[in-house]
């Protein structure tokens, strides 16, 4: 256990926002974090993974906690389906390279993302037709308002897009996860919808109407001819996928050990067909129809036809290799350049488009 007042969150945040705390705590164990005097601490309570989707903008009054549970136990029994439950302060993309080391499917087209496995069940992370939800069968957790452990189903986690039970106002700061129990398999499944994770392991494919998603079942491998998906079966491993992931994202998504950020910034709006046919007369736009009638247009498109990517803001800049992604491009960005820049996008997409984007990025 580490109690520190005071405390410099700069390398707490991966957007490198040069802020503090009142009060930080960091424990290993759950019977750690059972034992904390609560009421004798700085209030509010905020509880934080790698600080890899947060936007702190100002200083923090009260205390922020960080779990330091680490742990991957894996109960084999021999079966196809393996479940694993892991400590929720293990750093995500080591528990996938973890995975994909022993040959286990479900995990790999969620490489390189960053962020811790608690923060991640949190947030329903996602990436490349695969989110954590579809490999998640329940969390343990500890609630603060009643001082109990608690245990969620996956269906009681109540997920959406990059939402959770965890998120709603009513839950938000509540429980802190502990333990996440995710399921994986021997069988080979790899999801191969996105036509660049195709392209990076030599994969043809045709592309759906955002170029990326593969038109026929795109939940599937079954969508490619008899040949190729044997072939599919036959030879990809979960590790050649986490290389080819792991490639594109290092093309198109700074590093934040070099370059501040927060990774992707905003939602990706989702709109009606009506809405979508006035956005884009002759739907040519990007776009992905979801199986409720409704289409999602990816925003860093909108942005980009906005004329902002490269924009700035004080320190603050668009990426310029995806206008998804908002950084500290000079080191020394501070929360007030990043909320003009945001401001400034949403006003202009709102301008343009008519539709109004809305943060990924937690505001603190």
Request: hydrophobic share 40%; with cysteine; aromatic share 8%.
């Amino acid at each position: 256990m580490r109690i520190q007042l005071n405390y410099d969150l700069s390398a707490q945040n991966t957007f490198r926002m040069k802020v503090s705390c009142a009060c930080w705590v960091e424990y290993e164990t759950v019977k750690e974090l059972e034992g904390l005097n609560f009421e004798r601490l700085p209030k509010p309570l905020l509880h934080i993974g790698e600080g890899s989707n947060l936007l702190f903008t100002q200083d923090f009054p009260g205390t922020v906690l960080h779990s330091n549970i680490e742990y991957i136990k894996y109960v084999d029994m021999g079966f196809e389906d393996v479940p694993v439950m892991v400590g929720a302060g293990v750093v995500w993309d080591y528990f996938v390279s973890e995975t994909c080391r022993h040959g286990l499917w479900g995990a790999e087209n969620l490489s390189l993302i960053p962020g811790e496995v608690g923060a991640a069940a949190v947030q329903n992370i996602g990436a490349y037709g695969v989110e954590i939800k579809d490999i998640l069968s329940g969390v343990v957790a500890f609630d603060l308002q009643e001082r109990k452990r608690v245990k969620f189903s996956r269906e009681e986690c109540r997920y959406g897009y990059r939402d959770s039970f965890f998120k709603q106002p009513e839950n938000k700061g509540r429980y802190v996860i502990t333990s996440v129990l995710l399921r994986l398999s021997r069988k080979p499944n790899p999801r191969l919808d996105y036509k660049g994770v195709r392209e990076a392991l030599g994969i043809p494919g045709q592309a759906g109407n955002d170029g990326n998603t593969v038109m026929a079942d795109p939940k599937s491998v079954m969508a490619y001819p008899e040949p190729v998906m044997a072939d599919l079966i036959g030879h990809l491993t979960p590790q050649q996928v986490r290389e080819a992931v792991i490639r594109i994202r290092r093309q198109k998504l700074p590093d934040p050990e070099e370059l501040g950020s927060a990774g992707s910034f905003f939602k990706n709006p989702v709109v009606s067909r009506a809405e979508f046919a006035r956005i884009s007369p002759d739907g040519s736009a990007p776009h992905y129809d979801l199986p409720d009638g409704m289409v999602k247009v990816p925003a860093a498109w909108m942005i980009d036809q906005c004329g902002l990517k490269g924009a700035t803001e004080g320190g603050a800049a668009v990426y310029d290799k995806q206008p998804l992604v908002l950084v500290n491009a000079s080191g020394s960005a501070t929360p007030q350049d990043v909320l003009a820049l945001e401001q400034r996008i949403i006003n202009g997409v709102q301008e343009r488009f008519g539709v109004t984007l809305h943060p990924e990025v937690d505001h603190i």
